[in-house]
């Protein structure tokens, strides 16, 4: 079959639609990227201190546990209808939206991998002078680096997803592509647009995967040892 056949049979897999559509699937994908990228810098910068105040402040742990599990809760579509007279229809509504999912699951793990620094860690800092600010950023920060990276990705991956979600505003990325298909049952898009949300799911994840392992260099050496 012609690859301008498979257009008209309305093949899942066409060449021709790769070729006559490739700057929409570009301009989608680079939005895609774009919406998870904010998305995830955002919620990482707003879960910090909230993990640091639900550490030093054991009062405030259970309700900033709590509203961040009450927000991961909400139906998308519900949370988009809250946003909306705040956001309008534009990418900070999805953004926005994106940012308080993925807090629950980045304040857990930030709380979970400061707690995991070993108490012998800080105590050998203190000792050497080390103060409240300098004790989190050199020492607690590093060792709680695994289980952090761990939540960026889970995080990373899941934003991946849920972007798609913003093609009710028309700010979905290649989620619009999925769902003008859908309309019109257009098999070619429906799969090109899903196959590339996988594929950068796992790229996301391979370069997360890969920049943790720069920056932890220690626990491949443990490995090593354990293996030897």
Not at 1 to 30: F, K, P
Not at 32 to 47: E, F, K
Not at 131 to 157: F, K
Request: hydrophobic share 55%.
């Amino acid at each position: 079959m012609s690859a301008q056949g498979c257009m008209a049979a309305n093949d899942w897999i066409c060449g021709e639609y790769l070729h006559s559509r490739s700057h929409e699937l570009i301009d989608a994908t680079v939005q895609h990227v774009w919406i998870t990228a904010v998305s995830v810098a955002i919620g990482l910068v707003v879960a910090f201190p909230l993990a640091l105040l639900a550490r030093s402040k054991p009062a405030f742990a259970a309700p900033v546990l709590g509203l961040t599990t009450l927000l991961y809760t909400i139906p998308s579509l519900a949370m988009f209808s809250l946003l909306l007279p705040l956001f309008g229809l534009s990418a900070g509504l999805v953004i926005t939206g994106l940012v308080l999912y993925s807090l629950t699951i980045l304040v857990r793990n930030i709380i979970a991998g400061l707690e995991s620094v070993p108490e012998e860690a800080r105590d050998a800092a203190r000792g050497m002078g080390y103060g409240p600010a300098r004790l989190l950023w050199e020492v607690e920060l590093p060792l709680a680096l695994p289980a952090l990276m761990a939540g960026l990705r889970i995080v990373t991956v899941s934003t991946i997803a849920l972007t798609t979600i913003g093609s009710i505003v028309g700010r979905g990325g290649l989620g619009n592509l999925i769902s003008d298909a859908l309309q019109t049952f257009f098999k070619a898009q429906v799969l090109t647009a899903s196959v590339l949300c996988v594929l950068l799911a796992v790229v996301a994840d391979l370069l997360l995967l890969g920049v943790q392992r720069l920056l932890t260099p220690w626990t491949r050496i443990r490995t090593l040892k354990a293996v030897s």
